[in-house]
């Protein structure tokens, strides 16, 4: 049957009926939610597509043009013609940019189940026009009030007459043709402009207010003149006491025929505001991606004997993060930004201990072994996929509780896809190219205008009430700075390794050939002949839905990698020493020589070039850790291109001579001299009596206090006690690496069922037309039919010879089933063979030869002919 032969659709089941396999597999691809599980026909799939649940997310997916055109089919005719919608969009004027989009903005809300019918009987479903249709709780995001049928349903028919006589209508007989005539007066432009044009002074001034929304307004008991004179006309209709409306078909009138003020045909522009060299943006964000590596690997060196304390209710305290953040030289929203991306990572975790703590993990060893480039891409691959989001930090939940770093509750779904969606835009502009972040928040809404809004909320693409604060609008922010600091933006621009990793080459910015009104490969409407636009604004960026397969994801991250590594500077082997007893790295240092200096001299500040400054405890600090002063003396002239200075070369004799003339153990602690004279002076000191020291031999002075507060207040008053063991030998002080068990990095959030993949979405096709053709096939009338279902029930000796005898005909037959857990379905089989109980067919239903147990078989029946 030709298209012109089709009957038109009754409903949304026939509708998805005549679809081809790729119009199906499109609208399971865009609403993955209908196949969770898969439906058993369409008519089953249809009921699923119109649920509140599935279409408010799909709502939510929409474009602000395509939005607007489902608001404006919400507020015009059910069903409506293709003229009256374009009508409403494009107004009295035609606009021909609106005019030109439409059926691209139409095709993707049929696409999507969200409308349904031809063009001259066009038909929102159910749910969406609940949903988006005006109302006095919630009113309509085009403004429009009810129509004049609706507000005058509970008008006593002798008003509605009045108003007829006072409109200059003849009266009725009735109040249903009363209101007809009513209606088509205020939708013939040409007699309502002739009414207003005798509106006394006030009154039109009144219906401005009125016309863009919200249409509802208050009159007292006694209104003025000019309110009256509307009033008595329908012009304004009461809705409650002291409460009017202006119907819809006067505002729509008073607007042109607009049911939206401004019609969003085009999404705003994301112009470049900066250009700067490639090699200028590849370096700047090649320096910051080693920038974060080493704030990563500070972080958890810090860390690494056991981190801050996990709280009762999970997370980091605000003290403990003040803390890091002080350790890091870093504000403490930045360092909730390292903690958490160390944590997305699979780097750090809680060690699953009595006194539960942080500490890094055995994966972080493993990532400590591989090159610089491939450590970043780790990180980088781990952020843009996380969904816990550290810029809501410090920030409230639902209960009021503050929301902490590691903590519970910092998961949002929605920032994979914005994280996306911002690089997206980055790389759809030439390179080197740094959009305005303002440009980029308004693409973002009108992308999707109803993520920071509620439905009923979201007015004309206004940004929601609460602006710049919506989640998607913040998280976009945290996203521009979040990219900077992590070295996939340099200067505001997308950088190459960046764009590598997302897996998006340097596009050539010239025209996508399209046909007009129809849709590009990458989903955007193409453009009208008159739409002057940059090719790479008519185009969609690549966005959440594009997902890179896993074969896909190895190749950018190895793609990222080879671009990153020739960017980031080679380790240096030697500092340079200077006179005021510090060191400076002009670069990042070979990781032996950076721990080693790490222990001999603390980090007095960082930039371009780290400086290190040597003091007596850190001297110390080394000889604890086992090395002497020979050894000491070795490594600085071994690394330094300069000689040793001379006060550092005397600092650290000085210390080493002084170190471990005093000898700590446990007695509960001792302390033991060769030098009396050392001991008199300790006992003497009043610096040493909180630590009660008494004298147990010349040589020889105890304490109740442990070695470890011995040793700290020894090292207070000044002198350099080394701590022993049991038999006297020096105990070497290095610290304990604590690691967690093996953990895995946290699992993202799903923002809903993920996007099916090409085979699941052809095995549900076929599913569910092969279910369909079950549930719709003609049967001839045999057997009778189960109580309160569709099931046939045939008794067993009917089933067995009807199978036998499918079998000698080839026919197929129409049987019931009920499977092992109870679950009862139809099917349409060909029986190739039965015996010993089972018959074997082939199944159309499910596309394969099956094997069925007879006493399961609820009934059979034949199908009728053709």
């Known amino acids: 049957m030709s298209t012109e032969d089709r009957p038109a659709p009754r409903s949304l089941a026939e509708a998805l009926r005549v679809r081809d396999d790729a119009s199906l597999a499109a609208l399971l691809r865009s609403r993955p939610d209908l196949i969770t599980p898969v439906p058993t026909d369409l008519t089953q799939l249809a009921t699923r597509a119109g649920t509140r649940a599935s279409v408010l997310r799909a709502l939510e997916r929409l474009d602000l043009f395509t939005l607007q055109t489902a608001q404006a089919l919400a507020v015009a005719p059910d069903p409506a013609g293709y003229g009256e919608l374009l009508g409403l969009m494009a107004g009295d004027s035609g606009d021909r940019a609106v005019a030109a989009v439409l059926p691209g903005a139409l095709a993707v809300l049929r696409e999507q189940a969200l409308v349904w019918g031809d063009d001259d009987r066009l038909r929102l479903v159910r749910t969406a026009r609940e949903v988006l249709a005006p109302s006095a709780q919630h009113p309509s995001p085009t403004g429009l009030g009810p129509t004049v049928q609706e507000a005058t349903a509970g008008m006593s028919p002798g008003r509605i007459q009045e108003i007829v006589a006072a409109a200059g209508l003849p009266s009725t007989h009735d109040s249903v043709s009363a209101v007809a005539a009513l209606a088509g007066l205020f939708t013939d432009r040409g007699r309502l402009t002739a009414v207003l044009d005798q509106a006394p002074e006030g009154s039109r001034e009144v219906l401005a207010r009125l016309v863009w929304g919200p249409p509802y307004g208050q009159v007292t008991a006694e209104p003025g003149g ?37 019609p969003a045909a085009a999404p705003p522009p994301v ?29 958890l060196t810090y860390w690494d004997e056991g981190g801050p304390a996990v709280l009762r209710a999970g997370g980091l305290s605000v003290r403990d993060l003040k803390r890091t953040a002080v350790a890091l030289d870093v504000s403490e929203p930045v360092a909730a930004h390292w903690v958490e991306l160390a944590y997305a990572a699979g780097l750090l975790a809680c060690d699953g201990e009595a006194d539960e703590r942080y500490a890094a993990t055995p994966a972080y060893d493993e990532w400590l072994e591989r090159s610089p480039a491939e450590r970043w891409a780790r990180l980088a691959q781990a952020w843009l996929t996380a969904t816990r989001t550290p810029g809501l930090v410090g920030g409230r939940d639902a209960k009021d509780r503050t929301l902490s770093a590691l903590g519970p509750g910092l998961d949002r779904s929605a920032t994979p896809e914005v994280r996306h969606r911002v690089l997206g835009l980055l790389a759809w502009l030439p390179e080197g190219a740094a959009p305005a972040h303002d440009a980029v928040l308004a693409r973002l809404r009108w992308e999707r205008p109803l993520r920071g809004a509620t439905a009923a909320g979201a007015r004309d693409g206004a940004r929601p009430q609460n602006g710049d604060d919506d989640l998607r609008s ?37 025209p996508a050939p399209a046909v007009k009104g129809s849709r590009t490969a990458d989903g955007d409407r193409a453009d009208g002949p008159g739409d002057k636009l940059p090719a790479h604004h008519r185009r969609r960026p690549p966005g959440p839905r594009d997902l890179l397969s896993p074969a896909e994801q190895s190749a950018a991250y190895a793609a990222a990698v080879g671009l990153l590594a020739p960017l980031l500077p080679e380790p240096l082997d030697h500092v340079l020493l200077q006179a005021d007893l510090t060191a400076v790295a002009p670069g990042p240092l070979e990781r032996p020589l950076a721990a080693t200096l790490g222990v001999l001299a603390d980090v007095e500040s960082k930039g371009g070039a780290t400086v290190y400054r040597f003091t007596p405890e850190t001297v110390r600090r080394a000889l604890d850790a086992g090395r002497t ?55 003497a000191d009043k610096r040493s009596a909180a630590l009660r020291l008494r004298r147990l031999a010349p040589t020889v002075l105890a304490t109740p206090a442990d070695p470890a507060t011995l040793l700290e207040g020894l090292r207070a008053m000044g002198y350099a006690p080394a701590a022993e063991s049991a038999e006297g030998d020096v105990l070497i002080a290095r610290a304990h690496a604590h690691r967690t068990p093996p953990r895995a990095a946290p699992e993202p959030v799903p923002d809903g069922p993920p996007t099916p993949d090409p085979t699941l979405l052809s095995a549900a096709i076929r599913a569910i037309r092969a279910g369909d053709l079950a549930a719709t096939a003609p049967r001839k009338p045999a057997g009778t039919p189960e109580a309160g279902g569709d099931l046939p029930r045939t008794g067993p000796a009917d089933t067995l010879a009807t199978m036998q005898a499918a079998v000698l005909t080839g026919e197929s037959l129409w049987i019931g089933y009920v499977n092992a857990e109870g679950a009862a379905s139809q099917r349409v089989i060909a029986p190739i063979r039965v015996e010993g109980g089972f018959v074997t067919a082939y199944d159309h239903t499910a596309d394969e030869v099956r094997t069925y147990p007879l006493h399961r078989v609820t009934g059979v029946a034949e199908l009728a002919d053709g």
């Open 474 to 510: 913040r998280i976009a922010r945290w996203t521009l700075t979040e990219a900077e600091l992590l070295g996939i933006t340099g200067r505001g621009a997308l950088s190459s390794h960046g764009r590598a990793l997302l897996g998006t080459p340097a596009f050539a910015h010239g």
């Open 226 to 262: 000019h309110l009256r004179w509307l009033l008595d006309r329908g012009l304004l209709l009461p809705t409650a006491p002291g409460t009017v409306v202006l119907p819809r078909e006067v505002a729509l009138h008073l607007r042109a025929g607009l049911a939206h003020r401004t």
């Open 271 to 299: 112009e470049p505001a900066a250009t700067h060299p490639a090699q200028t943006v590849d370096a700047t964000a090649a320096g910051q991606a080693y920038t974060a590596l080493a704030t990563v690997e500070e972080l």
């Open 629 to 683: 002063a020979a050894d000491l003396h070795a490594f600085l002239t071994t690394h330094s291109r300069t000689p040793v200075p001379q006060p550092l070369a005397y600092l650290i004799d000085d210390v080493a001579r002084k170190h471990g003339r005093l000898r700590v153990g446990a007695a509960s602690a001792y302390v033991r001299c060769d030098d009396d004279a050392l001991l008199n002076e300790i006992l």
